[in-house]
């Protein structure tokens, strides 16, 4: 059997348009700014791909759905993740797991972990994890300006 680790990193800044909805994890944080970006700019679905992509030797998201592409304007996230996923596998690996830390200030994830899991867990098809982190003030983060987003991913075949 042959493992490998990926690792995958994500930021946006969050948007200032009314109608911009936050999506975490493929789940909707009603009432919070959304973030900036090309597709529905779900910081810790990117990074999950990320990692993924990364375990896989198949480069990164922006290689895949790069947001140069009008295709991809305004995408869902799960579905891109999703789509990963069946990369991997298609390039013969098979994901164990992956492990996301999201840091932000606002929204607090903990009463939509469980729902954020099983959207992610159900796009890989494999256990997906996700952990809320603060930046406890510093910098850009900190300053409540955006969410960035961690992720390692392993795969096997």
């Known amino acids: 059997m042959t ?8 930021v946006h800044a969050f948007s200032d348009a009314p109608d911009r909805v936050l999506v975490l994890g493929g789940v909707v944080f009603e009432g919070e700014r959304g973030l900036v970006g090309h597709s529905d700019a779900d910081v810790v679905a990117h990074a999950c791909a990320d ?3 990364g375990a ?17 304007a305004g ?4 579905g891109l993740l999703t789509e990963v996923a069946g990369r991997v596998r298609a390039a013969g690996w ?8 999201v840091v932000c200030e606002r929204p607090k994830l ?13 796009a890989v098809g494999a256990p997906v994890t996700v952990k809320g982190n603060r ?13 960035a987003a961690f992720a390692v991913a392993v795969v096997s075949r």
């Open 75 to 78: 995408a869902d996230s799960i």
């Open 51 to 53: 990692a993924l992509l």
């Open 94 to 101: 098979e994901p164990g797991n992956v492990d996301c830390a």
């Open 135 to 147: 930046a406890e003030g510093l910098g850009a983060i900190g300053r409540a300006e955006g969410i």
């Open 3 to 10: 493992v490998r680790v990926g690792q995958g990193f994500d």
């Open 110 to 122: 903990s009463p939509r972990r469980d729902a954020m899991q099983q959207r992610l867990t159900t």
């Open 56 to 72: 896989a030797g198949l480069g990164d998201i922006g290689q895949h759905f790069p947001d140069t592409d009008p295709q991809w």
